[in-house]
């Protein structure tokens, strides 16, 4: 527990799983090139972490490897990683933003959960989905960009991001899971690329602030309590397209006077 900086040198090619776990007081480390991965649990709830290079030697971040290192304030992923397993960045707080190269494919669930002031998330074009609970509780969240790959937006992917104003959805997405964007209470509009064939349960419910809705002809169904409490939505535009909706998908949208279907 009193370990404060550490170097790996370039004989070393590999490190167990969870290496550092709980070094609370590391707040450096230097990795050789000679590493291909950052390993599970690797730098588990090293709180005083500050500040990491990742060499571009390393192709994966393993679930949980920096998770809880709420010191981190920035973090570089290098251009050759292609995957960032679950939880490896759960809890840091420290973190304001991060870019996601294009080479990355998969980002497990839970990533990001609970990095209560990042603020700016750009994902790559490689990216094939958000997977459940990626950006779970990010409250500070207020910019997302997403990449032309991205297919599927799993559950809980933005619940509680409640500083999120504004996210384009890119045509690539054919669905949007539950909850999906519950309790994004500062989102002011959002599009419905006519792609989406499914809207899951509560997927915009709670999204408070949430005045413009435009669905595109194209979206075949829409889950229970879609947009439940949207109080602040005063109309909205069915296409023809859709052909089933969940109970009660307008539930407590108080300002709701107008639905109009095409």
Same mark, same amino acid.
């Given at each position: 527990s009193g370990l404060t900086? $550490?170097?790996i040198p370039d004989s070393v090619t590999s490190i167990g799983f969870e290496a550092f776990h709980q070094c609370t007081e590391l707040t450096s480390i230097i990795i050789s090139d000679s590493i291909t991965s950052i !390993?599970? +649990?690797?730098f588990w709830d090293?709180?005083?972490l500050t500040s990491i290079i990742i060499p571009d030697s390393v192709t994966s971040i393993g679930h949980l490897a920096f998770s809880g290192c709420s010191g981190l304030t920035s973090i570089t992923i290098p251009e050759?990683?292609?995957? $960032? !397993?679950?939880? #490896?960045?759960? #809890?840091?707080n420290g973190l304001t933003s991060v870019a996601v190269p294009d080479s990355v494919i998969s980002i497990g669930s839970k990533a990001f959960v609970n990095c209560e002031n990042l603020s700016l998330i750009k994902l790559g074009d490689s990216l094939a989905s958000i997977e459940s609970q990626v950006f779970f509780n990010c409250r500070a969240l207020t910019s997302v960009i997403i990449g032309n790959s991205v297919t599927s937006i799993g559950e809980n992917a933005f619940n509680r991001c409640?500083? *999120?104003k504004a996210i384009t959805i890119p045509d690539s997405v054919t669905s $949007?899971?539950?909850? #999906?964007?519950?309790n994004c209470r500062g989102l002011k509009s959002i599009t419905i690329p006519a792609g989406v064939t499914s809207v899951g349960d509560f997927a915009f419910g709670d999204c408070t602030g949430l005045r @413009?809705?435009?669905i595109g002809n194209g979206?075949? @169904?829409? +889950?229970?309590?879609?947009?439940?409490?949207? #109080? @602040? *939505?005063?109309s909205i535009t069915i296409p023809d397209s859709v052909t089933s909706f969940g109970r009660l998908p307008f539930m407590s949208c108080k300002s709701l006077t107008s639905i109009t279907f095409f």
């Amino acid at each position: 527990s009193g370990l404060t900086s $550490i170097t790996i040198p370039d004989s070393v090619t590999s490190i167990g799983f969870e290496a550092f776990h709980q070094c609370t007081e590391l707040t450096s480390i230097i990795i050789s090139d000679s590493i291909t991965s950052i !390993g599970n +649990g690797f730098f588990w709830d090293c709180r005083n972490l500050t500040s990491i290079i990742i060499p571009d030697s390393v192709t994966s971040i393993g679930h949980l490897a920096f998770s809880g290192c709420s010191g981190l304030t920035s973090i570089t992923i290098p251009e050759n990683v292609t995957s $960032i !397993g679950n939880g #490896a960045f759960r #809890a840091c707080n420290g973190l304001t933003s991060v870019a996601v190269p294009d080479s990355v494919i998969s980002i497990g669930s839970k990533a990001f959960v609970n990095c209560e002031n990042l603020s700016l998330i750009k994902l790559g074009d490689s990216l094939a989905s958000i997977e459940s609970q990626v950006f779970f509780n990010c409250r500070a969240l207020t910019s997302v960009i997403i990449g032309n790959s991205v297919t599927s937006i799993g559950e809980n992917a933005f619940n509680r991001c409640r500083s *999120l104003k504004a996210i384009t959805i890119p045509d690539s997405v054919t669905s $949007i899971g539950s909850y #999906a964007f519950l309790n994004c209470r500062g989102l002011k509009s959002i599009t419905i690329p006519a792609g989406v064939t499914s809207v899951g349960d509560f997927a915009f419910g709670d999204c408070t602030g949430l005045r @413009s809705v435009t669905i595109g002809n194209g979206v075949a @169904s829409f +889950g229970d309590y879609a947009f439940q409490n949207c #109080a @602040s *939505l005063t109309s909205i535009t069915i296409p023809d397209s859709v052909t089933s909706f969940g109970r009660l998908p307008f539930m407590s949208c108080k300002s709701l006077t107008s639905i109009t279907f095409f």
